[in-house]
């Protein structure tokens, strides 16, 4: 499902020129769970970014479902974002000004789908996220287990064939951090891609596969299934 | 203290340059719109003022009845000032005056026009003008004397003394110079350069009551009540004339602003369009401060965390609330520099346009008062609700920086605020389009008479002479279509008269008929379509008594073929020869009245002259020529009818153009202010945007939700500004006797230029907002 090769990315602020990403290579099959781990600043959420086609690499091939898409331009990349990737992120990211069904709702309106058939997608997923019973609170009137589990529920919403997430538990305790582990696992099971950047090396052993980086390049790969 | 808190005060404007500039300048406008019109007031409120005890001094004006309805006007007969004088005794002083002229002066090689009057005796005792020479007074009363100003003295007489000279008055009398006096301040209503005494002019038929053709004016003796002075003066009319008439006192420092008068009582006049500019200028100073009150509450959330953290090393709520205090005096300060600054610039031109001489003098002690209540009023009204409502922050809220709504709803009261000023905004815009309209429509109107490609020239001296020969003349250049003469233009016939009466006629019925004398070709000259009957005619020896009418006339006395009948007024009984299709014979806020045409050449001061199209040019040359050749002692002076057409609007065109102007301000510094609250908005939803774009959102759908919100709220401005214009509207276009109706589509077009204009605004932010990337907003978190 996807294949990087010699991946690069630099930043460059005022004189000093930061390498995120170096010449990092590897795959992913469909249907698998990787998880991404490594010290702060070796280029984990840089990856991600650009996995997600949210940024775009400054050297080396990103081959998404096998189409090269490294050099597609803003509209084209949003355009396979919205039908194909979720993103749960550490801080949750969910707009304070919307309700939890409002938030849930928004990847559908952007993709168009007719309201009727929004409601009932909506409420399916917010089933199973249990979280059904806070569906008109706002996210600041819940708890944060209880936010990224929202988080879950709008990445999923679209049926994504991958799913992105940027150390979901960080801002978790251990419990609630169990219970986002287990929702990934089944969406996992169900056939769901995810690739998963984690500090946690608990965390890490629900995937089949966790990639070590340092620096921007991958050190080890341990394959765990 | 004070000082400190300046010095942060300009710390903070300087960190925020973009929003700074966006509220100084506003400020700035708002501002010079206030002080122009301050100078603007001070001036018109300054009339009259000047003359020595000025508050004695009053106008006489008469109040009558007219088929059941109280009418006052404004000219007065002749032997009312005497008679003032003799029965009241309130009344010092009683002067008449009559109308101001254009005569000719010559003193030996030098010769021009100069306006000036003919007044009685008590004229420099009512107003006492300072002298630089000789007694005014007595050189008044005095035959063959007249008064001149210092204008007239140094245009003529330039080094030598002018008194005891000799000066030729018309080109037909002699008067020996008696006085010299200062010139008359522009903000006099009694504006001359010469006087002569009334009685040099004065004919027996000027002596009737009937005859309404003077100013009067009294001066009261000082601890006189007027009001004694009123109920005097109401036996006079029924002593001397044995009429119902009754003349009242209407102080002079009013009479240039309340001209207008109904059921006998003073009912406005210009003081209306004061009015009216004041509260515009309040209007635009308001939607200036909005502005700061906006950007001021918006940021506040910035400042939370500052006033948390002052808070906790002990600021008081107090101390705090001078900080913020102190930021907005700073910025009015700065603003009223600026506005200072554009008044100086653009003062000529303001003086030019309201065609006064509007001086700005800040050392006046009024005016530096206002000035500084001017600043006061602005800095605490925008600095003092951010103020309350920052430093009623709590600390604990604070320091976590995230500010919930406090003691009422500040989002809210924003969008109220920006509601606000776009009904303000869209109100002057529907106003604009309004005026503008009306404007249009006046000057394009087929008055029912020809005004285009029509010269007047003055009939004075030989032209009048021999007005027959000059006359033929004219008509022989080739660039000529047709010419007249008559007494006064057809584009504004002030004379009317109650004289007129018909067979059958109801004795108890009252009329009023406009009356023009005119010469031959009238009808033919100025194209006026006759419904019935022919024009003056050389062919019928007796037209020079008949009389030709228009439609209201025949329509007054109930007749429906009025040719031919007999009707008696000025020349007598007299049959009418003809009946003109009713045409317009005064500006349009006046109905058509009823209007009676005599012939008498003879009464003519004007020649009206039909250039053939395209011929003008050459017609000019002709005119100019002939007039050489018969009146050399005159200057050759034309003017074109549709340019004195427009004058009479003069008063329409300034207030248009104010309203365009003050428009376009409202709307700009409106703007200014939802460009600052978009960019803030934009800015503060950075962390949202970015989420909503990595869900997908495109940058339309972004642009989209950032201006939505705007455009609801100035849709909302819509639906409030558009009654209200409406209704005022309505009301100045019943000023005119006729007017275009207030269509729908001038408050679409308003709407959609306030929206455009808003969505333009606001875009521009929201486009910035949308097409930044998206990981660089969530990195912030
Ligand atoms: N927008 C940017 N501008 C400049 N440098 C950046 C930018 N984004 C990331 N970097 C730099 O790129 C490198 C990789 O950053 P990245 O955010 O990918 O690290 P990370 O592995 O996700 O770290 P963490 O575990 O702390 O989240 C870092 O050195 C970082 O400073
Ligand atoms: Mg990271």
Known sequence: MIKITDLEKFYRTEEVQTVALNKLSFDVKEGEFVAVMGPSGCGKSTLLNILGLLDDPDGGSFIFNGIEVSGFNERKRANLRKHNIGFVFQSFNLIDELTVFENVELPLIYTGVKAADRKERVHEVLEKMQIMHRKNHFPQQLSGGQQQRVAVARAVVNNPKLILADEPTGNLDSSNGNEVMDLLTELNQQGTTIVMVTHSEHDAKFSHRIIRMLDGQKVTENILV | MIRNYFKIAWRNLKKNKFYSIINISGLALGMFCSLLIWFWVKDEMSYDRFYPDYEDIYYVRCNSDFNGKVVTSALTPSPLAEALKKDVPEVAFATKLAYNRDLLINFGEKAGKENGLYA??????????????????????????????????????????????????????????????????????????????????????????????????????????????????????????????????????????????????????????????????????????????????????LRAKEVGIRKVVGAARNSLFKQFISESILTSLLGLLLALGLVKLTLPAFSRFVRRPIEMDITDPTTLTSIIALLLITGFLSGSYPALYLSAISPIHNLKNKLKPGFFNAAFLRKSLVVFQFTLSIFLIISMIVINGQMQYMRSENLGLDRERVLSIPLEGELYNKMEPFKQEVLRSAAVENATTSAMLPIDIGSSSGDLSWPGKDPDLQTNVSVMHVGYDFIKTMNIELAAGRDFSKDFRTDSLAYLINESTAELMGMEDPVGQQISFWNGEAPVIGMMKDFHIQSLHMPITPLILCLDPLNSSHMLVKTRAGKTAQAIQDLEKLTRKFNPNYPFEYHFLDTEYEKLYRTDTMISTLIKYFGILAMVISVMGLLALAAFTAEQRTKEIGIRKVLGASVTNIVTLLSGNFTRLVLISIVIASPVAWYTMHRWLNSFAYSIELQWWMFILAGSVAILIAWITVSGQSIKAATANPVKSLRSE
């Open chain 2, 120 to 301: 009685s005796d008590d004229f420099f005792d009512v107003f006492r003008l300072p002298a630089i020479a000789g007694n005014p007074k007595d050189a008044l009363a005095s035959p063959n004397h007249i008064v001149i100003t210092r204008n007239v003295a140094e245009k003529y007489f330039r080094d030598i003394s002018p008194l005891g000279k000799t000066i030729r008055l018309n080109n037909d009398k002699d008067y020996i110079v008696g006085a010299v006096i200062e010139n008359i301040p522009s903000n006099s209503t009694v504006q001359l350069d010469w006087v002569v005494n009334f009685k040099e002019t004065e004919q027996e038929w000027m002596q009737l009551w009937g005859n309404t053709m003077l100013r009067t004016y009294v001066r009261l003796h000082p601890e006189a009540a007027p009001e004694n002075a009123e109920t005097n003066m109401k036996g006079i009319y029924p002593k001397y004339a044995d009429m119902d008439v009754f003349p009242i006192l209407q102080p002079l420092k009013n009479v240039r602003l309340y001209s207008d008068y109904k059921n006998g009582k003073p009912s406005g006049g210009g003081i209306e369009y004061i009015r009216i500019f004041m509260i515009v200028a309040l209007f635009i100073l308001a939607i200036a401060c909005i502005n700061f009150m906006n950007m001021a509450t918006a940021r506040s959330s």
